[in-house]
């Protein structure tokens, strides 16, 4: 495919989720000349359920924007919305509706096509879109979230092709539930995503089995609001993601953490924010969905159209379990070798975070290869938990600006000085 006379530009942004956007509407207030591709909000309208509520709270889900008023607050006075505040959850419908109020207002210009590659041409990269269009630019911003790195254990996996194959799927696969009412499904995991999946399945009619590893289910307290007492908000300081000063720094001071040793960041972001439901999922969760606590998949096999599961409890005895689905909610493992769209070569002279498949970046949010930046996700490893949440749109957003304009500015200067 030819890229003559095709239009040159400054950035690409793959991805138009929190994380493209923010990075979008802080490019165009630069005047920095972008693309962005993907569906706006896509991860969050196809592949998370119907019915669904946002574990974060109301003050730590905003989008990063250039100016004031577009907070998700702000979105909800403007809009009328009631009803939701720190003690009552954001509905999904309303946070894909603020997303794409978000892209009207700041990025209308994202186009819905897929980046099918995206190649190291040297001085800057040659990207392939899925409509067969080719182009290059100088620098990309990696913004493609979580769905390349869907994990489903090794006990769970039916080789694709294998009778079963089917019957098992990630929780990123179920935009809803309904097609499972009066099936009986088992959900292995004890996170956010198990225990809302365990919900609304049962909810929806299903018969609904709930495989848990550790020894109980932990979960989230209400939030309390900010101390009264001085010595008492010194003590324990209030952040969007929860009190205390590990998370003023996590929230305030990525670039700090970005100089922790490899191991300490990566059992950081492991161990912040761990397996855990939400304090207003409990009720509907606890008393009436059947949970396996400490058990373990060891196998699981098609028996008869079905998926068997064969257990192992934390006593040392083994038992089965047939089920018409199973519903691995194992969360995501960062691995740049997922990311299909980034060549080969690319994806070879990555360098990665130690001990991890993460990129290891600059202070700048960018990777070993000059021009390629990584935000959300894929950059936790080097700047913590913050950026698995959309809170980290501020930090990733600003970086990213900053060194894109920087880098624009000296190759300007060196052309007038040329
Ligand atoms: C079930 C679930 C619940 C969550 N709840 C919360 C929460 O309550 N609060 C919170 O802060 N975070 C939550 N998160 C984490 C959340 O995903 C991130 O905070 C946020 O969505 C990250 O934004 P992003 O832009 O990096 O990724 P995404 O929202 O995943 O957006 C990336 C986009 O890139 C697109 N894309 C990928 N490849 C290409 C390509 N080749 N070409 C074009 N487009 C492409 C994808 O389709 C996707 O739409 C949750 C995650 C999950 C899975």
């Not at 070798?337 to 980034?342: C, E, G, K, V, W």
Request: some cysteine; proline content about 6%.
């Amino acid at each position: 495919m030819s890229t003559t006379g095709a239009r040159k530009t400054e950035v690409v942004v793959v991805g138009a989720g929190p994380y493209g956007l923010a990075a979008a509407a802080h490019l165009t207030r630069a005047g920095i000349d972008f693309r962005i591709f993907g569906i706006p909000m896509g991860a969050w309208r196809h592949h998370m359920p119907k019915g669904m509520f946002l574990k974060s709270a109301l003050t730590a889900t905003s989008i990063s924007a250039p100016a004031p008023s577009m907070s998700l607050i702000d979105y909800c006075t403007a809009n009328g919305v009631t009803g939701v505040d720190d003690h009552n959850p954001i509905p999904i419908d309303l946070f894909v509706n603020y997303g794409l109020e978000f892209k009207n207002r700041y990025v209308q210009n994202v186009e819905q096509d897929v980046v099918k590659q995206v190649a190291d041409m040297g001085n800057g990269f040659q990207v392939s879109l899925a409509n067969g269009e080719t182009f290059l630019t100088k620098n990309v911003v990696v913004a493609s979230g979580h769905m390349h790195f869907s994990y489903i254990p090794e006990a769970l996996r039916i080789p694709a092709g294998q009778d079963g194959a089917s019957l098992v799927s990630h929780t990123g696969a179920h935009p809803e539930f309904s097609n499972f009412a009066g099936r009986s499904v088992a959900i292995v995991g004890a996170g956010q995503s198990a225990l809302e999946s365990a919900a609304l399945l049962r909810e929806a009619g299903a018969e609904v089995h709930l495989i848990v590893r550790g020894p109980q289910l932990a979960w989230g307290k209400p939030p309390t609001g900010e101390h009264s007492g001085l010595l008492l908000r010194a003590l324990k300081p209030m952040t969007p993601l929860g009190p205390g000063w590990s998370h003023l720094v996590i929230t305030r001071a990525p670039e700090l953490i970005s100089h922790l040793p490899p191991a300490a960041r990566l059992r950081l972001v492991r161990l912040t924010y761990g397996p855990s439901g939400a304090w207003w999922l409990r009720p509907r969760v606890e008393g009436s969905i059947e949970t396996l606590l400490g058990t373990e998949v060891e196998e699981a096999r098609e028996a008869n159209g079905r998926i068997l599961l064969r257990l192992r409890h934390e006593s040392g005895k083994s038992s089965s379990l047939a089920a018409d689905h199973v519903l691995a909610a194992t969360g995501y493992r960062v691995d740049v070798n997922a990311i299909d769209y980034l060549s080969p070569t690319i994806r070879t002279r990555l360098a990665r975070v130690p001990g991890s498949g993460s990129p290891a970046l600059s202070g700048s949010c960018q990777s070993s290869v000059p021009g390629l930046y990584f935000v959300g996700l894929s950059s936790a490893a080097t700047f913590g938990p913050l950026l698995r949440f959309v809170h980290g749109t501020d930090f990733a957003a600003q970086t990213v600006c900053r060194s894109l304009v920087s880098a624009a500015t000296r190759r300007s200067d060196f052309r007038q000085a040329a």
